[in-house]
């Protein structure tokens, strides 16, 4: 079966300091991978997917930026971090062949910039 | 711009009771449908998918499309406190989208005894 992992489970960071989030999936090959951001009370956030290695959409402007260096390895990261970063992040990851969408998530990160 | 509505709730229910969450979507291209739970403080949970028109069936949960009025709902029978939760609709973005999902932005479900 199906594993997705991200760390760390939590994390405060100052404001301006650097950021990486990690999302590894087990159990699947050529999996999408997804990130999202998801504010305090609000929906969920598109900010990239990834179709294949070195292979990065964006899907909002913004001081994030995401890598994908192994086939089931996603990595998030900034390098200077706003106030408004803070939020839940979460990796998805969907499988990469055939006609559903179906989507699985982590159990994400929360982001608290101070 | 494409759209997922849903009520935000909360939609408060009896023990026992049936709980419907509703949702509407803008794309009618869209195929692809599901409902997730979300656990407050934890992360989505894929409980429903459906693709086509009628209901879909799955233990206490039923989920009912109708593409020509672009509405996908979910009915929980014999509602439970452990249902309480927020429930997030999720449609796919037309060909092109490689796997987007728009997701709603939730009902929140408050289940009391």
């Known amino acids: 079966s199906q594993t997705i992992h991200q760390w760390p489970a939590t994390l405060v960071q100052p404001v301006g300091s650097p950021l990486s989030l990690e999302c590894t999936v087990e159990?699947?090959?050529?999996?999408?991978l997804y990130w999202y951001r998801q504010a305090a009370g609000r929906g969920l956030q598109l900010l990239f997917y990834s179709v294949g290695i070195g292979q990065i959409s964006s899907e909002v402007p913004q001081n994030l930026s995401a890598s994908r260096p192994q086939d089931r390895q996603f990595i998030l990261s900034s390098k200077k971090l706003l106030l408004s970063d803070s939020g839940f992040y979460l990796c998805?990851?969907?499988?990469?062949?055939?006609?559903?969408?179906?989507?699985?998530f982590g159990p994400g990160t929360r982001l608290t910039v101070t | 711009q494409k759209e997922v509505e849903q009520n935000s709730g909360p939609l408060s229910v009896p023990e026992g009771a049936i709980a419907s969450l509703n949702c509407t979507y803008s794309d009618r291209g869209s195929q692809s449908f599901f409902w997730y739970r979300q656990y407050s403080g934890k992360s989505p949970e894929l409980i429903m998918s459906i693709y086509s028109n009628g209901d879909k069936e799955d233990g206490r949960f039923t989920a009912q499309l109708n593409k020509a009025s672009q509405y996908v709902s979910l009915l929980i029978r014999d509602s439970q406190p452990s249902d309480s939760a927020t429930y997030l609709c999720?449609?796919?973005?037309?060909?092109?989208?490689?796997?987007?999902?728009?997701f709603g932005a939730g009902t929140r479900l408050a289940v009391h005894p």
């Open positions: 999720a449609v796919n973005q037309p060909p092109g989208g490689y796997n987007k999902l728009i």
């Open positions: 998805a990851w969907s499988p990469g062949t055939g006609v559903t969408y179906e989507q699985y």
């Open positions: 159990g699947t090959s050529n999996p999408n």
